[in-house]
């Protein structure tokens, strides 16, 4: 026997019905960014190796370990996108887009891949559904993309959300609390992690969010980032918390989210929540302002705010079967007899193209087993179909919930089908 082939580690097939509640997940994140003024943009899965490093940064998790790179056959280095904001960044650049409108909204969902330890909710290839705004300062927009993502998982029935606010400040603020936090940490480095050790000389501001528990608690009284913070950066905090207010988000702040991307400017935040089913990866949404990775990668000056969710974890924490996400077809077309089976089959062709969700089988079976299948998928209606409904020209629609049945013309069923489709 052959050797069976899997997929690789940490990429899962996505399989219907499960494929459903991520459509019907997608479409509701896609209506609402809509509604907020955003509109799709799709940037290649591949970029150059370069536009990652520079851009999410050398001493970051991901560049230094996570990537997933590669020569081409010209010996170009590409990487995997590990995560969007970079490719936007590129693209906004690289086709001017600042000449075009002064403020840019873009939604983008698909594929990201990090070669990371896998366990629940955190997989090497995971899906995102991320929104990146160029050209708007005011920090009303980013309080803004917090209460969308607000309003799109309390819609869709996730409940214990948790909004977790912080400030990064500016690159100044930043290098000021680098220092407090290393002249704090400098006599405990012994204690500190391996990782963290490392951490010390290349980003001592990810030890903040380290995972180890001694790590955690040497962190606890640790300088606060806020404290740190100049005039500008504090007032840009406290007005983005005061419109959060108006939006009447509930948030609180922890000084000791600062990402594990290296853009970040200003406001950084996570939603966490759905923990019932994700264990320790409770982060469904990080994101934040970066105000300067446009121009660090050639652009113009051009402040920028955006975030990025987690699919998979949204899926795990909306809730519901699967099953229940799928549409059952509208009407199933039942047949008796081959002449009726290939009439049948003609009947549900057209009304499929006018529009209709019909359901019509191929294989010679008797009724009995017809009806136990359209029972099954759920329809609402069942047409039967045999010798004597075509000697008449009248069928029978079944109304399967109200048990009632009527009698129409075949050349009326589209309409009264039609009908009650929007009935
Ligand atoms: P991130 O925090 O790296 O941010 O990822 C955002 C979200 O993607 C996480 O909160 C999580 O839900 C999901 N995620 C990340 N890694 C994995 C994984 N290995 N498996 C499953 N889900 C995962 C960013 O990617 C930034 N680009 C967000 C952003 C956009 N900031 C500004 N604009």
């Not at 990668?297 to 099953?323: C, N, W």
Request: with cysteine.
């Amino acid at each position: 026997m052959s050797r069976v082939i899997k997929s690789p580690r940490g990429m899962n097939d996505l399989l219907p019905p499960e494929s459903s509640k991520w459509l019907y997940f997608e479409s509701a994140c896609r209506s609402l960014f809509e509604r907020f003024g955003y509109l799709e943009v799709r940037t290649p899965i591949v970029e150059s190796t370069e536009l990652f490093a520079r851009g999410i940064g050398e001493a970051t998790d991901i560049v230094e370990k996570e990537m997933y790179t590669f020569p081409d056959r010209k010996e170009r280095s590409l990487t995997m996108r590990p995560e969007m904001t970079a490719g936007c960044a590129r693209s906004y650049i690289e086709h001017a887009i600042h000449k075009r409108e002064p403020v840019t909204r873009w939604f983008y969902t698909g594929p990201m891949f990090r070669y990371e330890r896998m366990q629940t909710g955190r997989y090497r290839q995971f899906y995102q559904v991320g929104v990146e705004a160029f050209g708007a300062p005011e920090p009303s927009v980013d309080a803004e993309q917090i209460a969308m993502l607000y309003a799109l998982y309390t819609q869709l029935g996730v409940t214990d959300l948790d909004v977790v606010v912080n400030s990064v400040g500016t690159g100044d603020d930043r290098q000021r609390y680098r220092e407090a936090l290393v002249a704090f940490l400098t006599p405990h480095r012994s204690e500190l992690c391996e990782d963290c050790q490392r951490r010390m000389d290349t980003n001592p501001l990810r030890i903040l969010d380290c995972k180890v528990p001694s790590c955690q608690l040497l962190v606890v009284d640790a300088p606060n980032i806020l404290e740190s913070l100049g005039p500008d950066s504090r007032a840009h905090f406290d007005q983005m918390r005061r419109h959060l207010d108006g939006f009447e988000i509930p948030h609180r702040v922890n000084p000791r989210v600062v990402r594990g991307l290296d853009y970040y400017t200003a406001t950084v935040f996570e939603i966490l929540g759905g923990s019932a089913n994700l264990g320790t990866q409770s982060t469904l949404v990080g994101g934040g302002r970066y105000d300067t990775l446009i121009e660090r990668l050639g652009g113009p000056p051009t402040p920028a705010m955006g975030f990025a969710l987690g699919v998979e974890r949204a899926i795990l924490s909306l809730p519901g079967d699967p099953s229940e996400y799928v549409n059952a077809p509208l009407a199933y077309l039942a047949a008796h007899g081959t002449a009726a089976r290939e009439r049948a089959l003609a009947i549900a062709h057209r009304l499929r193209v006018a529009g209709l969700r019909i359901e019509v089988e191929h294989r010679e079976v008797g009724l009995k087993a017809q009806f136990k299948r359209a029972d099954k998928l759920g329809v609402r209606y069942v047409v039967t179909l045999g010798e004597d409904e075509l000697a008449s020209g009248e069928v029978k629609i079944r109304d399967m919930n109200r048990r009632q049945e009527i009698a129409v013309k075949l050349r009326d069923l589209e309409s009264a089908l039609k009908q009650r489709a929007h009935g």
